[in-house]
């Protein structure tokens, strides 16, 4: 039997894609996984069989394609915007079609502010925060943002160019799973050849751009984020390359 089934419904006008395995119950506790840059769902192929194995087959695991990424497919008739906020929205309208109304948010790098905003729109929904190398913080924010940052206050061509150079090639993609790994023996190569091969359909790495760029806006918002996580009564654990990759990628 598949560890999970690959499915795609349509949410929000978005033709959005999703791995999903375990009880499809109203009762089932329900996992939302939401992925990063610049990968996709298929980020999670390890760890959705390790949630629902054996003894641990009492959740509904739901790991979905954020617009721009994967195999999530977004109709050009849709004018979309691909920023977090519409992130947030898409994947809640999934979620609603999905008929799931409380859920345990993973949120992982892009997947962290994604579902923060989530949070913060439906508080009633989520029973428990894991966020991973997902940042609330703008201590968090280091030297490697420099040339973001950059970006953010000029909006030039001439600053975009420098992100597409460096950020949108193999080898950005190949260090996101091989920088800190002790053994890169561990390492499937398919995983960085499908982020880097699926970037490079037409019209993604500008998309990617965007999404650069729109991510300043989750900075006005990390105030907010802080007081959810001090008032509300949820679980929250957070993690920063402290799991193995190797389990993750």
Not at 9 to 38: C, M, W
């Amino acid at each position: 039997m598949a560890p999970y089934t690959n499915n795609t419904v349509e949410a929000d006008g978005i033709n959005i894609f999703y791995r999903e395995a375990g009880p499809n119950d109203p009762s089932t506790p329900v996992i939302l996984l939401i992925h990063g840059f610049p990968t996709s769902s298929h980020q999670y192929r390890n760890l959705i069989p390790a949630l629902t194995a054996g003894s641990n087959n009492k959740y509904r695991i739901i790991a979905p394609d954020l617009p721009g990424f994967g195999f999530t497919e977004v109709p050009e008739s849709r004018k979309y915007k691909y920023t977090f906020e519409n992130f947030a929205l898409s994947i809640e309208a999934l979620l609603d079609v999905l008929n799931v109304k409380k859920y345990t948010l993973y949120g992982f790098d892009y997947g962290a502010p994604t579902g923060f905003r989530m949070a913060l729109r439906r508080p009633e929904s989520i029973q428990a925060i894991i966020s991973q190398n997902g940042n609330a913080y703008e201590e968090g924010l280091g030297d490697f943002w420099n040339p973001l940052r950059n970006y953010w206050a000029s909006g030039l061509e001439e600053h975009r160019a420098i992100i597409r150079d460096t950020l949108l090639i193999y080898k950005t993609h190949k260090m996101q799973y091989t920088l800190g790994t002790p053994d890169l023996t561990t390492i499937s190569p398919e995983t960085y050849t499908l982020d880097d091969a699926l970037m490079l359909r037409p019209g993604i790495k500008d998309i990617q751009l965007d999404i650069f760029y729109d991510y300043q806006t989750n900075l006005p918002l990390y105030p907010k984020f802080q007081e959810f996580f001090k008032s509300s009564k949820l679980r929250l654990s957070r993690k920063i390359w402290e799991i193995k990759w190797n389990f993750i990628f």
